[in-house]
């Protein structure tokens, strides 16, 4: 059983910057991929960004390139989103999830969710 524990969101300004962080509860996390994804009120879940654990490779929605940035903490089996210059339509909750093997764009190959954590951007 994989467990997600999301943390780090809150009300930011236009333009400025958060931090999300996501903790994995997972014997061996080389073999999953980590992927963020958001829901905006009456809207579907989208994803963000993601990475596969065990090469570092990552990927990125088009809205969000060159803003937010995806890693990973090995020793803490944790990956991060950072997110800079933010936008009004940012406004989210925001999801980690996980699966086993490289990461997908589709909700659909997630078997494991966190909890959710809110991201309001105003203008």
């Known amino acids: 059983q994989v467990q997600l524990v999301e943390s780090g969101g809150g009300l930011v300004q236009a333009g400025g910057s958060l931090r999300l962080s996501c903790a994995a509860s997972v014997r061996t996390v080389s073999s999953y991929g980590m992927g963020w994804f958001r829901q905006a009120p009456g809207k579907e879940r989208e994803f963000v960004a993601g990475?596969?654990?065990?090469?570092?490779?990552?990927y990125y929605t088009d809205s969000v390139k060159g803003r937010f940035t995806i890693f990973r903490d090995n020793a803490k089996n944790t990956v991060f989103l950072q997110m800079d210059r933010l936008k009004p339509e940012d406004t989210a909750v925001y999801y980690c999830?996980?699966?086993?093997?490289?990461?997908?764009?589709?909700?659909?190959?997630?078997?494991?969710w966190g909890q959710g954590t809110q991201v309001t951007v105003s203008s």
């Open positions: 999830a996980a699966r086993e093997g490289p990461i997908y764009s589709s909700t659909y190959y997630y078997a494991y």
């Open positions: 990475i596969n654990w065990s090469d570092g490779s990552t």
